[in-house]
Structures are given as C-alpha cells and as structure tokens.
C-alpha cells in the first residue's frame, strides 16, 4: 500500500548521478514494463470509465470490500506476443508431446493492469496479466491468467527488493550461490497483497524458497482468481493443477502461500528466514502495532526466526514527515530523510530485536523503506556522518552487484540513492 508524491531527487556523489542517468539507466526506463511512466494506464479513480471490476467479495478480517480492476495495458506491443505463444506452446509440448501434433495451439488474448483495492478507495497491489487461451484436439479451450513476475509496477516494491537484497549481499550470505541455484534463499513475505514479491523472488532466484502469508482468504483468492498468481502456490486443492503444474514448473515447491495470522506463523515456523518483507497495511490503511511493537510477540518470535548472522528485513511504511515544510530545502541538500515519530518508533523497534537498521525514501511515493539486518558490512565507520556515507557506498556496491548477478530489469541503484537516515 503506498501514498504518492512528486518526485524528489538525493544529493550524493556527482560520480554517482553521472551513473544513474547513463545510457544503462535510459535503457532500463524505456524498456521497462513496470516503470512508473506507465503508471497513467493504471493509477485511476476506483469509478473509472477505463477500469472493470473482474473481482469483488467482503473481508471478514478488517480489509472491508476487496476487489480487483482491469485496466488496459499497452506493453507488450502485439509484435511481441508471437514470441510468447511459441514459448508458452513449446514448454506444453515438452511436457505433453501430443499437444502440438493433435494441433494444439496457445494464443495471446491481451495484457492487462490488475489493481487490487480496498474498500474502493487503498490501491493495495497493482500487478501486469496475460491472458492466454489453450484450444487443443477441438475440445473446448481453456483460458490462463498468468501474472508478469518480472514487471513491479509500484516503486515501493522495487525499493523494498533492492535494498533487501543489497543489504543481504553485503552481509556474509552467498546470494550469488542462491541466483545460480546452488543453496537455498530462504524468503518470508507477510502481507500477500497481488503477490509481487514473492512471485519476483522465486521466478527470479533459482534457490529461493518463498513462503508468503497473508491472513485474508479473500485476498488470497483475488490474488490467484484475478490476479494470476499461480495456485500451485497453494500446496493443495488446486484448479488446473496439471496445467499449472507446466507452466509454472520452475517454482513449483518454492513458492508457498500460508493462510494465516502472522503473529501465530512466525510463533510455530521452524524455518530460519534469510531475508524477510513486511508490507501489512490493512483495510483502514493501518500497520498493525502488533507488527512492530517491542512488546509484542510477534517482534521476538521474527527475531528467534531470522537468520543470526547475516538476517535481513524490509519494511513498507507510509512516512509520516511534512516532505513539503520549511526544512525542505536543507534536507534535499543534505541527503538526509525527515521522519516523523511514527516511523522512528518502528524503525527503532527493529533496530533493537536485529542490531542495525536505517531507512530511504521511495520515489514519487511518500513510502519508506525501512531495513533492519544483522551481519551487515558497512566498513565499521565510528562517527555518524562516515557512518552513514560508509553504508550508502556498501549498499551501492551491493546494488551493483545485485544488478548484475541476477540481470535485473530495473536499476537497483536508483532505489539505493534515495534520501537516508541512520537509526544509531
């Protein structure tokens, strides 16, 4: 869930803004489907003349009216969709070779935006579909909606996965082992919303094993009904099984959804979490106190479940400063990110349960992510402004490298140099 703003720029090195506004960065905004210069086709009025509502149900755990709207997309264009009908016909013809000799034939029906809401107002989840439609041996066609990992159209998504996993690489953990499939990623994602995360994360790091909970089912069955996340993720009583079963094959295993409270997850899990993303705001756009407060067992139950030596967490918030105040001016030339007490208390009740935590600001969002990690290498600076440069270069170079080892489709490093505070 996110707030928007206008867009607002860092004051860090100039080396550095020669590198985010290369060739390389120009390349990624303009063939990026998830940049936010496509956010127009989607950022609507819940009663838009352009929108269609394709789900729609009643919370019964605090998320008021859930439902999901279409919105035309205009990526990919119609000359790339002949590319995507071979790849979808030849990965069902491996698995079931009769299929292409008894004339059996994919066809792209389109690409839509799937924007899930609350209560007709929150835009929770925005996510990229394909519908395609199987026709085979003159029996009547199936059609598959299938959700477009590698596109996150909502910054915050993105901001939470670069730094995520830029502070994790900048820890002792091994994440090119994991991109290259060699040991596990051991990923947990509370709030489930479309999907975005821990679809992008088992798609896109062949070790990543995603258990994502959400306490909704409502929310759930958008997510898999309209939203095309695959329903393999739920372990069992799964439509299409055989079907997605195929055209899922790659994270079938990886991927788990538990319909489930966090508080009581994290309190029976006996998995050990390497990097964890918290985004849980509710129907009221609230982030449950329970989630952060030092008191609650929901904080200590998380901390005896992250991994003890290099354990990371991302947090979505909403940030809670006037970006707009007289102190505008000085904070965008000083690089530092003005946060209000709310955010501040969060962000410290992390700090204390996982040893080091600081946060940056989203673009063109009023979000913040917060990071609190454990193991994390950021040079052992003593004073607070070597400090804070000190972790802004190690986060730079694990974006970097994070960029590169996984082949990103966005620029991590934009997401990195963001305004900044420390929490000592």
């Known amino acids: ?11 860090w090195s100039k080396s550095l803004q020669c590198r985010l506004f290369s060739p390389l960065s120009r390349r990624y905004a303009v063939e990026y489907e998830g940049d936010w210069s496509y956010s127009s086709e989607w950022w609507k009025d819940h009663d838009s003349d352009s929108g269609k509502t394709v789900f729609k149900s009643h ?47 994919f066809s792209i029906l389109g690409y839509q935006w799937r924007v899930l809401r609350f209560n007709d107002s929150t ?34 998504l993105k901001s939470m996965i670069s730094i995520g996993l830029s502070t994790l690489a900048s820890s002792c953990y091994n994440l090119l082992s994991a991109v290259r499939g060699d040991r596990p990623l051991h990923v947990l994602c509370i709030g489930h919303g479309g999907g975005s995360i821990p679809l992008f994360m088992s798609t896109n790091i062949p ?28 372990g069992r009583n799964r439509e299409n099984e055989e079907d997605n079963d195929v055209l899922w094959e790659n994270i079938d295993g990886r991927l788990l959804i538990f319909n489930s409270d966090a508080e009581e997850f994290v309190q029976v899990s006996k998995t050990m979490y390497d990097l964890v993303f ?59 990110l003005p946060i209000g007490k709310y955010v501040s208390n969060v962000s410290r009740a992390y700090k204390e349960e996982f040893g080091s935590a600081f946060a940056l600001s989203v673009p ?12 994390f290498v ?17 986060l730079i170079t694990g974006s970097e490298f994070v960029e590169n080892a996984m082949d990103m489709p966005f620029s991590c490093t934009e997401y990195i140099y963001r305004d900044f505070v420390v929490f000592d």
């Not at 990543?208 to 739920?234: Q, R, T």
């Not at 985004?279 to 609230?286: F, R, V």
């Not at 950021?378 to 190690?394: A, F, R, V």
Request: charged residues 20%; contains cysteine; neutral net charge.
């Open 1 to 11: 869930m996110w707030h928007r703003m206008v867009r607002r720029t860092s004051n």
């Open 59 to 105: 919370s019964d755990v605090g998320n008021g009216d859930v439902s999901v709207v279409a919105y035309p997309s205009s990526r990919p264009c119609l000359e790339e969709w002949e590319t995507t009908e071979k790849w979808l016909q030849d990965k069902y013809t491996k698995a079931h070779p009769e299929f292409k000799d008894n004339g059996g034939k």
């Open 123 to 156: 835009r929770q989840s925005t996510v990229k579909v394909m519908a395609a439609y199987k026709n085979y041996d003159s029996q009547p066609g199936s059609v598959y909606l299938m959700q477009q990992p590698h596109c996150l159209a909502v910054p915050y």
């Open 207 to 234: 070790g990543a094993i995603v258990h994502s909970v959400e306490i909704d089912p409502v929310v759930l069955s958008a997510s898999i009904g309209a939203m095309g996340f695959p329903s393999l993720a739920l």
């Open 278 to 336: 918290v985004d849980a705001y509710d129907g009221d756009d609230i982030f449950s106190r329970k989630l952060w407060d030092p008191n609650s067992p929901f904080l200590k139950s998380l901390g005896s479940r992250v991994h003890p030596e290099h354990g990371t967490v991302a947090i979505n918030l909403h940030g809670d400063s006037d970006f707009l105040s007289a102190n505008y001016v000085n904070y965008q030339k000083s690089g530092s």
């Open 364 to 375: 063109w969002l009023c979000n913040v992510t917060v990071v609190a990690c454990r193991g």
């Open 378 to 394: 950021d040079g052992q600076s003593t004073s607070s402004s070597n400090k804070k440069d000190s972790i802004m270069n190690t």
